[in-house]
């Protein structure tokens, strides 16, 4: 008997050109050869043999997307591992300010080309919007001209992706990532953060 090689590890369940049949939602693998279910992130995972069920948290979690993961099996040896990121949001932009609960803005919509990309959502009176430019999917650091956010709240503030450094705008630290656009579905999906972002108070002059 020969000790197993680094090669057997990532040998595939079954033959070249038929794992698709994985990404089958009407052909189950068999439960023999699942290993394990595992979630990282907020929410409840029910994983059962060759099932298993995600059952989002009421909330949108402080860690989006939350990742669910199974193990494979084959001979009582380890073969593979899936991930699936589970995405917790309403149709929408969301945002938390300061480490506050979110704020849905729906009535969304976007257009996405490989120039210049947005996605806008207005609600009671409210409107956000973010805007890239280049390709459709990727992460970028947010900038003065082509990577852009703004929520406009009403006609007494908006806050943006540039911050005042002394009388000079400063794009703000953090980053924007889209990860769809629509390959899989009607949805544009993906999240930003703005570790110090900046806001123009409107006032009326004397």
Not at 10 to 19: D, N, Y
Not at 37 to 49: F, I, P, R, V
Not at 84 to 108: L, Q, W
Not at 183 to 199: E, M, T, V
Request: hydrophobic letters at 35%; proline letters at 7%.
């Amino acid at each position: 008997m020969r000790a197993p090689q680094q090669e057997d590890l990532l040998e595939p369940l079954t033959p070249e050109g038929k794992e698709a049949a994985l990404l089958d939602p009407n052909t189950l693998l068999d439960p023999k050869f699942i290993e394990e279910w595992s979630l990282q992130g907020s929410g409840t995972l029910n994983g059962s043999g060759n099932t298993g069920k995600y059952i989002a948290p009421a909330r949108i979690p402080a860690t989006n997307p939350a990742l669910v993961s199974v193990s494979f099996k084959s001979n009582g040896r380890p073969v593979g591992i899936l991930l699936a990121r589970m995405f917790c949001a309403p149709e929408g932009i969301s945002v938390s300010i300061a480490g506050g609960d979110y704020t849905t803005y729906g009535n969304s919509g976007g257009h996405i080309t490989n120039g210049e990309s947005f996605v806008m959502a207005e609600q009671a009176g409210v409107t956000a919007s973010v805007k890239w430019n280049g390709l459709n999917t990727g992460q970028w650091n947010w900038d003065l001209t082509n990577i852009l956010f703004l929520l406009n709240i009403g006609t007494a503030q908006t806050y943006a992706q540039a911050y005042d450094g002394g009388g000079v705008a400063i794009p703000s630290p953090g980053t924007l990532e889209v990860f769809e656009t629509g390959s899989s579905g009607p949805w544009i999906i993906g999240n930003f953060q703005l570790q110090k972002a900046g806001h123009f108070i409107y006032s009326t002059l004397p």
